[in-house]
């Protein structure tokens, strides 16, 4: 495979459960985002991580927690979520080599929380 | 803070004709990026077309163009000979050039959806 990709594609869950979404990238990147697109509204960045030190918490309720274990791989774990949490969380991934390069994203996974 | 508008939610164009898809962005910044991405039903965000603001050449990718007005704020993109393929949400979206955290961060509009008719 190349490029980001993402698994599950889809999710659909309780507000007790615990899940985790994973990204991976295969194109020799050094940064990763967690993106939520919600009907109408735009894309919101919810986390950044440089070189699997995360930089950007976009004031990220804490049911939403990420893990950068390298830099190929981008894992959100999630924990007694709302139903308005319901969205389709896209991973991206890019260089960053002092000017960060163009972010490429991943196909996402449509969560649904019950 | 950056905010980028897309006035269309929606816009429609014949197959084979051209359409102009409307971005403005607000910013205090010199230098930045700005980028047209394509997110088409199976969701695949790509990358349609990329802008440097301290060019002033219009950036091409085949049929499609943009104009940039950096003292209007303005980016719109160009879609020539439309093709039922570019059926899709667009959304503009700002990055910084900073070389620090702020270089990282897309800011996106809120998307136009482009229907394009046979």
């Known amino acids: 495979e190349t490029g980001v990709t993402q698994t599950p594609r889809h999710l659909v869950m309780g507000m007790t459960n615990k899940k985790s979404l994973k990204c991976e990238q295969h194109?020799?990147?050094?940064?990763m985002y967690w993106y939520k697109q919600s009907a109408k509204k735009p894309l919101e960045l919810m986390f950044v991580?440089?070189?699997?030190?995360?930089?950007e918490n976009n004031s990220v309720p804490s049911r939403f927690s990420p893990e950068c274990p390298n830099s190929s791989h981008l894992f959100l774990h999630l924990h007694t979520l709302q139903p308005e949490d319901s969205a389709l969380y896209l991973c991206?991934?890019?260089?960053?080599?002092?000017?960060?390069?163009?972010?490429?994203f991943g196909p996402g996974t449509r969560l649904t929380v019950l | 803070a950056q905010t980028v508008t897309q006035s269309q939610p929606e816009m429609s164009v014949q197959e084979a004709e051209t359409v102009t898809l409307s971005c403005t962005y607000d910013t205090s910044e010199s230098d930045y990026y700005l980028f047209w991405y394509k997110q088409p039903p199976s969701r695949q965000m790509i990358l349609v077309i990329r802008?440097?603001?301290?060019?002033?050449q219009n950036a091409t990718e085949n049929r499609f163009s943009v104009n940039f007005q950096k003292a209007a704020k303005s980016f719109s993109l160009k879609i020539s000979d439309s093709q039922l393929g570019d059926a899709a949400m667009y959304f503009c979206?700002?990055?910084?050039?900073?070389?620090?955290?702020?270089?990282?961060?897309?800011?996106f509009g809120g998307g136009t959806r482009l229907m394009v008719k046979p």
């Open positions: 194109l020799g990147h050094n940064a």
């Open positions: 979206a700002y990055r910084s050039a900073m070389n620090n955290n702020a270089g990282n961060m897309l800011t």
């Open positions: 991206a991934s890019s260089r960053h080599d002092g000017r960060t390069d163009t972010q490429y």
């Open positions: 802008q440097e603001a301290y060019k002033q």
């Open positions: 991580y440089n070189f699997k030190e995360q930089t």
